[in-house]
């Protein structure tokens, strides 16, 4: 894993106007908006693999279709190899998304039921004019191979297959174009348990093998464990808590954090633990609370934490907490 910053993302936004009334006679005023993700901030560095947690409706899945540009961006900035990715247009963005592919959650729902397994592999080349047809067949089958699927399936269609053999077609679809970023949102959250181990041995397979960097969204965290080298946690559209994978799930610092890895079963039943329960509901994005939106939960909220927005803070050893339990750290930039 290199040192160098290969995506850095910077106030990143995404807010959905809520427009008033159904019917569509006359321009709809804007009401509200939601904030699915709200001024995120993380840097990725070369070879790494982030995972991206928390509670469902959180941000995560918007926080990865917007920085691949599947969705516009209300603001904030995107630098992918030294490029800023929501100012390109037209055919230089076509070019940049070669760098860059996503793995889908649902693989039943991202494969189209019309086209044979060897065309949908096969899609990404043509659209973007690589290779000739034999030699685009000839990568077809190499990638099928490196996923673990045999070559005569080039002619069968996605239904006919298994939900993990449907997932290694889509990572054989992401990885056709020999991308450097992976934006993989939940790839096992839809698969048996017992083939989960063998989609996440095989992304980890494919990082070593083609030097790819991944961004991994995720909510169960013994997978992030498993496969990440840095965990960030959002809550309600912002990263409360960023480190390095050990610091996260040994020491970590955010009350939210707490919550999470208390919630995680526990296979010992000899085994003691302080259980960290919390109260009420995740506050709606379309109205957030005032100040630290997880205060109304938080066991340990205080006067701060009603009425001011708690900053990103620097821990040290590259672990970061937005949390007013710890003010007196210095605000740096990630």
């Known amino acids: 894993m290199s040192d160098e910053i290969f995506l850095r993302v910077r106030n990143l936004k995404k807010h959905f106007p809520v427009r008033e009334g ?45 920085l691949l540009r599947l969705l516009p961006a209300t603001s904030g900035s995107v630098f992918f190899r030294g490029s800023e990715l929501l100012s390109l247009k037209g055919e230089e963005l076509r070019k940049a998304r070669q760098g860059f592919q996503m793995i889908f959650q649902d693989p039943y729902a991202s494969l189209d039921p019309r086209m044979t397994v060897g065309r949908i592999v096969e899609e990404p080349l043509r659209a973007h004019g690589v290779k000739s047809a034999p030699e685009r067949l000839e990568r077809v089958a190499e990638m099928l191979e490196a996923v673990g699927l045999d070559t005569s399936y080039l002619r069968r269609y996605a239904f006919e297959f298994s939900g993990g053999q449907r997932q290694r077609i889509g990572i054989a679809r992401a990885l056709i174009l020999r991308p450097s970023l992976i934006v993989a949102d939940e790839p096992v959250s839809a698969l048996d348990v017992s083939v989960q181990a063998q989609v996440i041995n095989l992304l980890m397979e494919m990082r070593s093998r083609f030097k790819l960097t991944y961004l991994f969204i995720a909510h169960d ?12 946690v959002m809550y309600l559209g912002r990263i409360v808590e960023i480190g390095k994978k050990d610091d996260f799930f040994e020491r970590p610092l955010h009350p939210y954090t707490h919550a999470l890895l208390a919630s995680v079963p526990e296979p010992d039943p000899l085994r003691e633990r302080t259980r960290f329960i919390l109260s009420g509901d995740v506050p709606s994005p379309l109205n957030p609370p005032e100040g630290c939106a997880f205060h109304p939960r938080c066991p340990r909220a205080a006067e701060p934490c009603s009425n001011r927005l708690p900053e990103l803070r620097d821990m040290g050893g590259g672990h970061w907490v937005a949390c007013h339990l710890y003010e007196t750290a210095q605000t740096k930039i990630i």
């Open 22 to 66: 159904f019917l569509r006679l006359r321009p709809r005023r804007t009401r509200s908006s939601v904030k699915a993700v709200d001024d995120v901030t993380f840097s990725i560095a070369e070879g790494e693999t982030l995972g991206l947690v928390g509670e469902s409706g959180c941000g995560k899945s918007t926080t990865g279709k917007v």
């Open 221 to 232: 965290l013994s997978v992030v464990r498993h496969i990440s080298d840095r965990v960030a």
